[in-house]
């Protein structure tokens, strides 16, 4: 069979490993292959070349071959669930029944953090923490099979087969999560003695991901894995002290309500639960933003810096601030640093000689600060509104002076910069970080990683508001994402308090929207294998309507209806 390999005919026998293909050219890369694309179709390396595979879907054409390393995205999450496994299988073999709980919650920073509560060893029922030696032996059992080498076999098998199986390992969350699966078959993967469940492609062997360490976290322990710029060694083992709280306390929430999985999630919404679940997650964000609203008023600031990622819900969160700071006496006015943006010709542009609206000179930081202080002084300034439409800032419709117990709440993607407001004192600056942390895992092995969330969102919203595509917001997205790592993650455990602005039911309710976008991709697009592992995802949820949604709920500033100007 034929394939196309960097612009040249590659013939292929049948029954050929890609991970044989791979072998043969891993010295062209400069970090590891993991994963092959074959046309459309992301293929594991242990996966035998077919005739199926040979051509373009509708063509005769050969199809392109493709492999996959660690320094890319799709590379980094088959690592991640190789290592997810191979931990899993070390923790069951060192602590056995001693395990009450294990369960990965989240990643952060470079590693993934796993709660772990234990019993103590010949005394039933007293919890115990894992010891550093404990942990050491963990380690070293993980190296053992990665010296070993030993494969990640998948098994297909009926999805009945697999509730059984699951039920029998006591692996509850996924025995639920089954209940729900429309496929007759389910891809089950073996490591040695140990099975399990997971969303996504695996690495072909323990081999593959033999670079980790491991640290002792309260409540846990975090399994540090490598960064994507230097897949050659573990990545750091410091945590964001701010953004892991917030995390912490999301998840106990979601517990303590009985929704820690997207499985307890479609229980509720069968037992005809919906409502209740979309109140008490609205109740609690308004809880938590009456808090903040309290925090400001106490310490006396004037000025209320907004930041966070794309799809976040900041905009929506300032306004359901600004009515929270009426409830302590405080009169707030939300400004947008969007329009603070220069005009349009004199805007920056990136690597690929297009406009870069989310650098920080692409804003009027001197205009930025000149005002800000005037108002602080309690002068009367007319502020800019940037018109969009033409790319130039236009000023004289909207006037302000800020008199006593009057706050300003500004939001944008560099409110956490102290670059953007290098003339503001420090005490008169309150700031806050934003960003959609899913509390809900798919199940006690699969997290649901928050960009997931968030480029689902986005999809949704570029449709309603913007009239694009899915597929013109998966195309983007990638920018984005480089975007914030640059100007936005670097500031977070800056702020003085981080708000989650997800719900636990809200991709429920955006699946929806969602997937007759995803559907609308064409097969032979280079965003289609986005836009299938997307639907795949949402495969795992129920659908919700969305007519219990609050109408000043953060999810209404994606799916419409909000009572806010959010577009």
Request: aromatic content about 10%; proline content about 4%; glycine content about 8%.
């Amino acid at each position: 069979m034929t394939l196309i390999y960097q612009n040249e005919k590659l013939e292929v026998e049948k029954g050929t490993t890609y991970l044989t293909l791979a072998q043969r050219v891993q010295d062209r890369y400069d970090a590891p292959i993991i994963l092959a694309r074959v046309g459309q179709k992301l293929v594991e390396l242990n996966k035998e070349a077919e005739e199926a595979d040979a051509v373009v879907r509708g063509s005769s054409e050969p199809a392109e071959l493709v492999f996959i390393t660690t320094r890319e995205r799709d590379g980094q999450k088959t690592y991640e669930r190789g290592a997810t496994m191979l931990f899993l299988r070390a923790m069951t073999r060192v602590f056995g029944k001693r395990i009450r709980k294990l369960k990965l919650e989240y990643a952060i920073g470079d590693g993934l953090f796993f709660s772990l509560e234990l019993t103590a060893g010949g005394r039933t029922g007293e919890p115990a923490d894992p010891t550093d030696g404990e942990v050491e032996a963990v380690r070293a059992q993980m190296e053992r099979y990665v010296r070993r080498n030993e494969s990640f076999v998948k098994i297909r098998i009926p999805t009945r087969e697999a509730v059984d199986l699951f039920c029998r390992l006591g692996m509850k969350d996924k025995e639920r999560l089954f209940h729900y699966r429309r496929s007759s078959t389910t891809n089950v993967y073996r490591l040695g003695n140990y099975y399990d469940y997971y969303y996504g492609y695996m690495p072909s062997s323990a081999g593959c991901v033999g670079i980790f360490s491991l640290k002792r976290a309260e409540g846990g322990i975090l399994l540090i894995l490598p960064n994507r710029a230097a897949p050659e060694k573990p990545g750091s083992e410091t945590m964001p002290e701010k953004l892991f709280s917030v995390m912490r306390r999301t998840n106990t929430w979601g517990e303590h309500i009985g929704v820690p999985t997207v499985a307890a999630l479609n229980d509720a919404i069968t037992r005809g639960e919906g409502r209740d679940i979309i109140l008490a997650s609205e109740a609690y964000q308004e809880h938590l933003i009456g808090e903040i609203a309290r925090r400001i008023e106490r310490e006396g600031r004037r000025i209320v810096m907004v930041a966070g990622p794309s799809s976040s819900g900041k905009t929506s969160f300032s306004h359901r601030l600004s009515v929270q700071l009426s409830n302590v006496g405080l009169r707030a006015h939300p400004i947008a640093c969007d329009d603070y943006y220069v005009e349009r010709a004199k805007t920056p542009l990136d690597e690929n000689g297009e406009y870069d609206f989310e650098c920080l000179e692409a804003i009027d930081v001197e205009l930025f600060n000149e005002q800000m202080t005037a108002l602080l002084r309690g002068e009367s300034v007319s502020l800019p509104i940037f018109n969009f439409r033409t790319g130039i800032p236009e000023f004289g419709s909207r006037s302000l002076k800020l008199g006593e117990g009057e706050v300003l709440v500004i939001e944008g993607i560099h409110g956490l910069n102290d670059r953007l407001s290098y003339a503001i004192r420090p005490e008169d600056k309150f700031k806050i970080y934003v960003s959609a942390v899913t509390a809900l895992n798919i199940d006690e092995h699969n997290r649901i990683p928050t960009t997931d969330n968030r480029e689902i969102r986005r999809m949704v919203r570029d449709a309603r508001t913007r009239g694009f595509s899915a597929r013109e917001t998966i195309a983007r997205w990638q920018s984005v994402r480089r975007g914030e790592k640059r100007h936005i993650f670097p500031y977070q455990e800056e702020a003085d308090v981080m708000f989650n602005s997800a719900s636990l039911y809200e991709l429920a309710v955006l699946k929806i929207f969602a997937e007759p976008l995803l559907f609308a991709i064409p097969t032979d697009a280079p965003e289609y294998p986005e836009a299938k592992r997307l639907l795949k995802f949402l495969d795992y949820f129920l659908g919700l309507s969305c007519e219990d949604v609050p109408r000043n709920s953060l999810i209404r500033e994606f799916i419409g209806g909000s009572v806010f100007p959010v577009g």
